[in-house]
Nanobody, 121 residues
């Protein structure tokens, strides 16, 4: 699976941003697609994920109610809509995929390159 993430940028606190992750190379019908992020000096953390087949979702508490993960079957693309952005959301965001059903937050097998999101106050 090849993953290509884009959509990052510099925004102000309270603004919105949408990240995209285009997938190719393998059927995604049994996959879980996730978004994770890594801020400077911190470990990478889980943000949100979606089960491709059912569309069920799971979010980290820190983004629940502000971020929304969706997928477009026709485009083989996963999106992360980020609203009410905060300074602490500043990080490099990665999309990832896993084919084994299990934990929402760990054991991702395939990774895209990161995209930088910077939120200024």
């Amino acid at each position: 699976v090849q993953l290509q993430a884009c959509g990052g940028g510099l925004v102000q606190a309270g603004d919105s941003l949408r990240l995209s992750c285009a997938a190719s190379g393998r059927t995604l019908s049994s996959s879980t697609m996730g978004w994770l992020r890594q801020a400077p000096g911190k470990v990478r953390e889980f943000v949100a994920a979606i089960r491709w087949s059912f569309g069920s979702t799971y979010y980290a508490d820190s983004v629940k109610g502000r971020f929304t993960v969706t997928r477009d079957n026709a485009k083989n693309t996963v999106y992360l809509q980020m609203d009410s952005l905060r300074r602490e959301d500043t990080a490099v965001y990665y999309c990832a995929a896993k084919m084994v059903i299990g934990s929402w937050t760990t054991a991702y097998e395939y990774w895209g390159q990161g995209t930088q999101v910077t939120v200024s106050s």
